[in-house]
């Protein structure tokens, strides 16, 4: 009977050992899983951020060079340094149109942007027009499936003196 006893007594602790072991085994794998995640989330959201925070800065930019006079203050193609779109304080299209007249090459290196699209709305939404051009200005197509960052302002054109919003659209 005592042998019997002691036979029970040896196997539980040989399945108490494998028991730990497994547990042990267990614990550890499921803490590197855990660890290696939380390590890949957090490089992915500080991507996200930093992408976000670097768009953010540049369609910030670029808006406030564009609510400037420019340099010089009457510049023309040949002699700009940066696009101000504005006469005192109104939207000058002239200004515009002179904008989307120069090449996309040196209007991406104004805009500081390879992909960016300017336009300009009435506050119905119908698309501004002066002299018969459209005043809108694009370095591409809109992409359907990517994020875009959009920034509005609310404006008042000088030849028109109209109300309309200048979108800035950045990918």
Do not use: H
Not at 48 to 69: A, G, H
């Amino acid at each position: 009977m005592e042998s019997k006893y002691v036979f029970s007594k040896v196997m539980c602790l040989i399945k108490g050992q494998l028991f730990l072991t497994d547990f042990t085994s267990s614990a550890v794998l499921f803490s590197v899983f855990i660890l290696s995640f939380g390590v890949i989330w957090n490089s992915a959201v500080g991507e996200f951020s930093q992408d976000y925070e670097i768009r953010s800065e540049k369609v910030e930019y670029t808006l406030n060079l564009l609510k400037t006079e420019g340099n010089p203050q009457n510049w023309t193609q040949e002699t700009v340094r940066f696009p101000g779109l504005y006469s005192g304080n109104f939207l000058d299209e002239n200004k515009f149109i002179r904008l989307k007249s120069l090449s996309d090459t040196r209007k991406r290196e104004l805009l500081k942007s390879d992909n960016y699209k300017l336009e300009l709305k009435y506050m119905n939404q119908s698309q501004v027009k002066y002299n018969g051009k459209s005043l809108s200005a694009s370095s591409s197509e809109m992409p359907e499936f990517q994020s875009v960052f959009v920034e509005n302002t609310i404006i008042v054109l000088k030849n028109q003196k109209r109300r309309a919003i200048l979108t800035y659209y950045l990918w």
